[in-house]
């Protein structure tokens, strides 16, 4: 069973929004910190945005800052990104990547969801 699944990617004109949203399965521990990251085509994987498990802290990539949003709801064991005034850059895989509980590495990944941007 997969960790982690994503859901909410799909395509969008620039300037639009998408909100991508990540639920831990029912066997995934609870988790401490979560993460997406993305991959575009030809690319190294990055990091897009991370919070904690209280929501006290988070932290963006510079590219996103003032455009992404990242939260979560730890009853529904989701984490969300909310996506606004998107670029054709912005074309990737999504990634959802939790550590445990008191871990510091992303032990749990999902399957990734694509996201488009036409300009």
């Known amino acids: 069973q997969v960790p982690l699944v994503e859901s909410g990617g799909g395509s969008v004109q620039a300037g639009g929004s998408l909100r991508v949203s990540c639920t831990a399965s029912?066997?995934?521990?609870?988790?401490?910190?979560m993460a997406w990251f993305r991959q575009a085509p030809g690319k190294e994987r990055e990091f897009v945005a991370r919070?904690?498990?209280?929501?006290?802290?988070?932290y963006y990539a510079d590219f996103v800052k003032g455009r992404f949003t990242i939260s979560r709801d730890n009853v529904k064991d989701t984490v969300y990104l909310q996506m606004n005034r998107l670029e054709s850059e912005d074309t990737a895989v999504y990634y959802c990547?939790?550590?445990?509980?008191?871990?510091?590495?992303?032990?749990?990944w999902g399957q990734g969801t694509q996201v488009s941007v036409s300009s």
């Open positions: 990547a939790a550590t445990r509980l008191y871990g510091s590495e992303y032990d749990y």
């Open positions: 029912g066997r995934t521990p609870r988790t401490g910190m």
């Open positions: 919070i904690n498990r209280a929501g006290g802290m988070i």
